[in-house]
C-alpha cells in the first residue's frame, strides 16, 4: 500500500514503533525517555479521557489536583511504597539558573539549593494522603471519592512511546473510606470500570484479575488489574486497582471519628490508566497498513474523500457532499471532507488507512452520475457501492459493527491464546512457539514464581476473579495447587 | 450571616485567602509555594477549561502534549528567555533516591546525577520549537495551530492562592505561520477570544491593550493582554497573547520552503491563560458573604433545600421537587437537591451563599400548601415566593439576569475607576484615594515608567487597543506624548 511499514510479521516491535509515529501519534523528543503526543493522538486520549471521566463521574467521584512535588520526606514515610519508585524518580534540588561568572553560559546556581529535595511525583498517593489528614475528621466526610488526571513522572532506562516513557499522563484516583469492606468493593468497582472502558470502548477484551504479592503496587495490600493481549502474543496490564488497607492512613495518621465515636483509621484505594492505553489501543487492532481504530475513540469516523478533475467537478461534488455532511454530524459522527487540492486520490486513501478512520467514502464521476458512494471499512479493507439514499444508515450499521467486529476478532485471537498446560516443559514449549497466556497451577511461592520468571521471562500476569477452585499440582514443584494463574511474557 | 468571614473593607487581601480556603476552592500544600485545588474550584476550572477549549477549537486549534522537562541548554538558546525565567526555574538534577549507608534514611544518590540538568517547565516555547523544527518543511505544513493544557513552574517567592502560586495549571497556545501579518492576526484573534471568555462567561469586563516593552512576555515581540479590574482598584492581567516575530524560529532554526522554493524562518506566537482566571473569578464578584459565581461557570446552578420536620414530611417534599429537578436538568441545568439530614436548613443556606450558588430554592409546608417555592438569588439576596408553574421560567430568566447583572455591576465599578489625570500630583492622588486605572500621557520612555513605578507601585497595564490618538504631555517629564496609558497597582 506504499506507506513503507515494516510487517508485523518480520518485525511487531519495529512495525509497532514505525506505525506510532507515522500514523501521527507521538514520537520521541530532545528530552530523555520523555515523548510528545501529537495532534492527532491527542485527540484519541481526549475520547479516552471524557469517556473515562465520565465513567468515574456517573461512580459519584470528583476531580480534584495536587502538587506535581512530593517532598522526600513524604515519599519516605510509606516504607514498601518509597522502595518502589526510590530508583527511577527525578529529583528537583535547585530553584535557580545564573548566568557563569566566566562567561560559559547558564549554570546552577550553587546558592539556591532547596533545603529539603522535592520529587517529581511517579504516583501521588503520598501527597494526597498528607491532604486528607486536615480533609477528614468524621465519618461524615467520608467516603472521599476524587480523581486527578495529571503527568507523573518514572525514570525508566528503556522506554517506549506509550508503553513505557519517562513522563506519562494519567488519571490516578484516591479514595478514603470508613469500612475495609467499603474500600475493597471500590476497588473491585474501578478494576470492572476499567474492563467495561476497555472492552465497549476500545474494543479490547480484558481479563480481571488480582496481582500477586510480588507484582502487587507498592503499598498496596491487594492489587487488582486488567490484563490484555497483543496480537504478538504479548501481555499488557491494562489499568489496575489498589486496595491500600490503612497503610497510607497509617503513615500519614489518617484517623476519622466513627458514629460511636472512637477514632480509626481510614481505609484506602487508589487506582489508575494511563496513555499506555494508547499503546495497547494501536497494538490490539493494527495491521501491516496502519492503525484500526474502534469508531467510538476515532477522532474521524467517516472521511469522504472527492475523485475530481478540475474545480467545477469538485464543486459539483462539494454540492452534494454537504449536506450529507451535515446530516451525519446532525447525528454525532465526526466526518472529515477532504477537498485539498494538494493531494491526490490516493495519497489520501493511504494516509487515513494509516490513520485508522473507520470508514472512507469516495465520490467521483460515475457516483455522481448513478446517486451513489463508494464505502470502503478500515477493519476488512472491503469496499462496497452504496445508494445516496442509503448511505447514512449504512454509515450508522458501520459504526456499530466495525466496534463490534475487532472487539470480536480481539477476543477470537484472544481465545485461541489461552492454553491450560499441566507440565513445565509444555509450559516452556506454549510460551515458545505459540506465546499469549498460559494457564497453570501454581504452587503460591514467590521462589517458584521467580524461578520461572528467570528461566522464561513469563510472569504470573494475574489470578483470574473468575478462576474455579480446582485440585492440582505446581507445574515447577508439584505442591498442591487450588488455582490456574495466567502467566505470559508481558509489555 | 455566621460565615466569619473578613469583610472586604476591613482587610480585602485577608478576606480573599479566607474565602479561597473556605469555599473549597483551594488551600496550600506541605509544598511551598504550590497548592491543592479542591473538588469545587476544579469543578469551575474545568468548567473555564471546556469552554476555552471549545473556542480554541473552533478557531482552528487542536491540543497535543510536550515535555514537563526543558534541557537547560534549550532554554539557554533564546536569550531574553532564558533571562526572564532562570531566576525562578525548578531544576531537576538527579534521576534516583537510595538508602543512606549510614541508615540515616533516604537520600539523593550522588552517582545518579544526569548529564545535563532539567528546568521543570515554566512556559513551553522552548521544547516545542525544538519540535516544530521537525514538523515545519515547507509552507504546506503552515499554519501549525496547537495548543496544551498543562501544569507549569515558576520558583515564585511570595506566592498566594490561584494568584502566584509555584506551580499552576494553564493551556498555552503555540502557533506557526508563514507570514508576520498572519501570525499578528493570530495573536490579536487570541486575546480578543480571552476577552470575549472573560466578559460573557466569567462576566468580568476586560480591557484589550499591547504591553510596554518592559511588561513584554521574554522573547516576544508583541504583547497583547486583557487586563481586569478588581474590587479594591488594583488590576489583574487574565490573559496574554505574544506575536513571537521570528526569534524562535531562530534560535531553534525552523525554516519552511515557500511556495516560491525560497526558505524562510517560521513567524510565531504564544498565548497563555492559568489558574490564575479563578483567583479574578473571586475578586471580581463576590462579597462578605462568600463567592458570588457567574451561572455559567457555577458547578451547581440551582440548589433546592428542603425545611421538614420527619421522614413523612422530607418525603412529601421529596415527590414535589423530583419532576422539577428533571426538568431543569433536561434544560441542561445543573441542581442539587440537598436533603442532607445532618445538617439543618440556615446551615445549608449559610453553606450555598458561602459558595455562590446562583439560585436557591427553598420548600417547606406552607410552599407545599401553597404550590410556591422561595426563590433566592445569590447576586442581590433578595427573595421572593414564586408559583410552582412559573418556577422554570423563573429559574431560566435567573441564570440570564445574574449572568448580565454581575457583569453590568463590574463594568460600573470599572467605569468609575478609571480616572483620566494630567497630573503627577493628581496621579499620585488617586491612586493613592481612589485606586482602579489611571489614564495618563506618558513619554513612551522605561526611566518614566520605573520612576513612576519606584515612587508609586504602579505599572503601565497596556496601552488600550482603542486609545485614541491625542496631543498631550508626558504626566512626569512634560515630554510630548500622542496616547494615554492605563496605569494602575497590580495583583
Chains 1, 2 share one sequence.
Not at 489501543?281 to 493494527?286: A, I, P, W
Not at 465520490?363 to 464505502?375: F, S
Request: aromatic residues 10%.
Amino acid at each position: 500500500m506504499g506507506k513503507n511499514l515494516t510487517k508485523r510479521a518480520e518485525d511487531y516491535s519495529k512495525w509497532y514503533n514505525e506505525l506510532v509515529v507515522k500514523a501521527d501519534l507521538a514520537e520521541n523528543s530532545g528530552v530523555r525517555g520523555c515523548m510528545v503526543i501529537k495532534p492527532y493522538g491527542f485527540a484519541i486520549w481526549e475520547k479516552m479521557q471524557a469517556q473515562l471521566d465520565k465513567m468515574f463521574k456517573e461512580t459519584g467521584h470528583e476531580n480534584a489536583y495536587f502538587p506535581l512535588f512530593i517532598p522526600k520526606s513524604y515519599l519516605s514515610k510509606e516504607a514498601s511504597h518509597v522502595a518502589g519508585f526510590a530508583k527511577e524518580c527525578a529529583v528537583v534540588t535547585h530553584y535557580r539558573l545564573k548566568n557563569a561568572e566566566d562567561g560559559s553560559g547558564i549554570i546552577v546556581d550553587p546558592d539556591a539549593k532547596l533545603e529539603e529535595e522535592l520529587i517529581v511525583r511517579p504516583t501521588s498517593e503520598t501527597i494526597i494522603w498528607d491532604t486528607y489528614r486536615r480533609w477528614i475528621q468524621s465519618y461524615r466526610d467520608l467516603p472521599l471519592l476524587i480523581n486527578q488526571w495529571a503527568n507523573v513522572v518514572r525514570w525508566e532506562m528503556r522506554t517506549r512511546l506509550f508503553l513505557r516513557t519517562a513522563e506519562f499522563l494519567w488519571q490516578e484516583g484516591h479514595t478514603a473510606h470508613a469500612t475495609e469492606k467499603e474500600a475493597i468493593a471500590e476497588a473491585e468497582q474501578m478494576m470492572n470500570i476499567y474492563a467495561e472502558f476497555a472492552e465497549e470502548h476500545m474494543a479490547m477484551p480484558v481479563i480481571k484479575g488480582i496481582k500477586t504479592e510480588s507484582e502487587r503496587f507498592a503499598g498496596a495490600v491487594e492489587t487488582y488489574c486488567i490484563e490484555a493481549l497483543m496480537q504478538d502474543g504479548k501481555a499488557l496490564q491494562a489499568g489496575t486497582s489498589h486496595f491500600l488497607g490503612q497503610n497510607f492512613a497509617k503513615a500519614f495518621d489518617v484517623k476519622f471519628a466513627t458514629k460511636e465515636g472512637s477514632q480509626e483509621y481510614v481505609w484506602a484505594t487508589s487506582w489508575g490508566a494511563s496513555t499506555r492505553l494508547m499503546g495497547a489501543l494501536v497494538m490490539t487492532h493494527s495491521d501491516d497498513n496502519g492503525l484500526v481504530l474502534p469508531p467510538k475513540l476515532a477522532p474521524i469516523q467517516v472521511v469522504i474523500v472527492p475523485i475530481y478533475k478540475g474545480e467545477e467537478q469538485l464543486d459539483a461534488i462539494s454540492d452534494r457532499v454537504a449536506p450529507l455532511v451535515k446530516e451525519l454530524r446532525s447525528k454525532g459522527i465526526s466526518v472529515k471532507f477532504d477537498n485539498r487540492d494538494t493531494h491526490k486520490p490516493g495519497f489520501k486513501f493511504n494516509e487515513y488507512e494509516l490513520k485508522g478512520v473507520p470508514v472512507r467514502l469516495a465520490i467521483g464521476q460515475r457516483d455522481m452520475d448513478n446517486g451513489t458512494y463508494e464505502v470502503a471499512r478500515r477493519d476488512t479493507l472491503e469496499k462496497e457501492t452504496v445508494n445516496a439514499d442509503d448511505v447514512v444508515a449504512k454509515i450508522e450499521f458501520l459504526m456499530e459493527d466495525i466496534q463490534r467486529n475487532i472487539f470480536q476478532k480481539a477476543l477470537d485471537h484472544r481465545k485461541t491464546h489461552i492454553t491450560e498446560v499441566n507440565s513445565y516443559d509444555e509450559f516452556k514449549e506454549v510460551l515458545e512457539n505459540k506465546g499469549g497466556f498460559v494457564s497453570a497451577f501454581w504452587d503460591g511461592t514467590l521462589e517458584t514464581e521467580e524461578k520461572i520468571k528467570d528461566e522464561t521471562k513469563a510472569t504470573i500476569r494475574c489470578i483470574p476473579i473468575d478462576a474455579k477452585d480446582e485440585v492440582g499440582s505446581c507445574l515447577v514443584t508439584g505442591k498442591p495447587a487450588t488455582k490456574r494463574v495466567l502467566f505470559a511474557k508481558a509489555y
